[in-house]
Nanobody, 128 residues
Framework: QLQLVESGGGLVQPGGSLRLSCAASGFNLDYHAIGWFRQAPGKEREGVLCISSSDDRTYSADSVKGRFTISRDNANNMVYLQMNQLKTEDTAVYYC?????????????????????WGQGTPVTVSS
């Protein structure tokens, strides 16, 4: 069974940090592009940070540049999203997604439908 499971969400104060994890089972993440997406209440889902499978190129949304980073742990079939300097506007449910490379990593981050596999999401709340 192909599955993605996110963890690591929670409540954090503005300026704080969180690291989200995405564990895959049933397939190898290192052969797939990975995307982190988020959806805040009343808003559309948006691509946060994506990484290609071929050359590990990344694309970051302007809103998270310099604050969020993505990394792979191929040995453990995991991907992480390190979130620093969190802001209240980062509050959302965060999802990881995986799929074969389809176009540029930017295109995949903008067009979430290009990803085949999705996790169930983990909520992040940034509040004082």
């Amino acid at each position: 069974q192909l599955q993605l499971v996110e963890s690591g969400g929670g409540l954090v104060q503005p300026g704080g940090s969180l690291r989200l994890s995405c564990a895959a089972s049933g397939f190898n993440l290192d052969y797939h592009a990975i995307g982190w997406f988020r959806q805040a209440p009343g808003k559309e889902r948006e691509g946060v940070l994506c990484i290609s499978s071929s050359d590990d190129r990344t694309y970051s949304a302007d809103s998270v540049k310099g604050r969020f980073t993505i990394s792979r742990d191929n040995a453990n079939n995991m991907v992480y999203l390190q979130m620093n300097q969190l802001k209240t506007e980062d509050t959302a449910v965060y999802y990881c997604a995986a799929g074969p490379n389809r176009g540029t990593v930017q295109a995949m981050c903008v067009l979430s439908r290009l990803f085949d596999y999705w996790g169930q999401g983990t909520p992040v709340t940034v509040s004082s």
